[in-house]
């Protein structure tokens, strides 16, 4: 069983476009995340989540909205997606979000603008 | 502000040999280091982690050193193998916002 699984595992759209990207974890945390890796493999925090309440936001453009429905789903929904917006989008949790709390991350969203 | 910085950007070492990658962080505050491996096509993988009260920590054939003084760190692969081939992130913890910042990621190539 996968623990933190994602969908898709690759994404590819027109500039413009809505998209969503969702994501589970079986492990039982509190804490899911959504981390963006750019073409030079710089991971970079987007969002975190706690027992479905936002704990962390970073600048990010409005166009992207997280929603958590429960504890073990967090998805990501982008509005008018634009070229920049191509990445892997990883999703991750954690036990919780306190000091010392390894992420367990999932195998990452390609997503590719066109 | 919150900054970790990973050196070298790629590495690559004759099978058997040791591997080192450093990191230095800038918030005097952070208190947790973990090390994360990526393999092609896969998210990262926590392989180890420090805490600020323990200046170094090993398993098997990896260890992690802490300089808090420095704020510095560092990955040691001994007697490296194939299998290591991959992207390492180095990460600090910083405690005023709980979120984890990561490197910049070292390729680690293993010739044969």
């Known amino acids: 069983d996968t623990a933190v699984s994602q969908t898709p595992k690759y994404l590819v759209t027109q500039m413009g476009n809505d998209k969503s990207i969702k994501c589970e974890q079986n492990?039982?945390?509190?804490?899911m995340y959504w981390y963006k890796q750019d073409s030079k493999k710089f991971l970079k925090i987007m969002f975190s989540?706690?027992?479905?309440?936002?704990?962390i936001n970073e600048t990010v453009p409005n166009r992207f909205s997280p929603k958590s429905p429960d504890k073990a789903h967090l998805n990501l929904h982008i509005n008018s997606l634009e070229l920049g917006d191509s990445a892997v989008y990883f999703c991750?949790?954690?036990?919780?979000?306190?000091?010392?709390?390894?992420?367990?991350f999932g195998n990452g969203t390609r997503l590719t603008v066109t | 502000g919150e900054n970790v910085e990973q050196h070298p950007s790629t590495l690559s070492v004759q099978e058997g040999d040791s591997a080192v990658i450093k990191c230095t962080y800038s918030?005097?505050?952070?208190?947790?280091f973990p090390w994360y491996k990526q393999e092609l096509g896969k998210g990262p993988q926590l392989i180890i982690d420090?805490?600020?009260?323990?200046g170094e920590k090993k398993d098997q054939r990896i260890a992690v050193t802490l300089n808090k003084t420095a704020k510095h760190f560092s990955l040691h692969i001994t007697e490296t193998q194939p299998e290591d081939s991959a992207v390492y992130f180095c990460?600090?913890?910083?405690?005023?916002?709980?979120?984890?910042?990561f490197g910049s990621g070292t390729r680690l190539s293993i010739r044969p």
């Open positions: 991750a949790s954690s036990p919780g979000p306190g000091i010392g709390s390894p992420l367990h």
């Open positions: 492990l039982g945390h509190d804490t």
């Open positions: 989540y706690n027992n479905k309440e936002l704990i």
């Open positions: 918030d005097s505050a952070s208190n947790y």
């Open positions: 420090i805490r600020s009260n323990v």
């Open positions: 990460a600090a913890q910083y405690s005023s916002a709980s979120k984890i910042i």
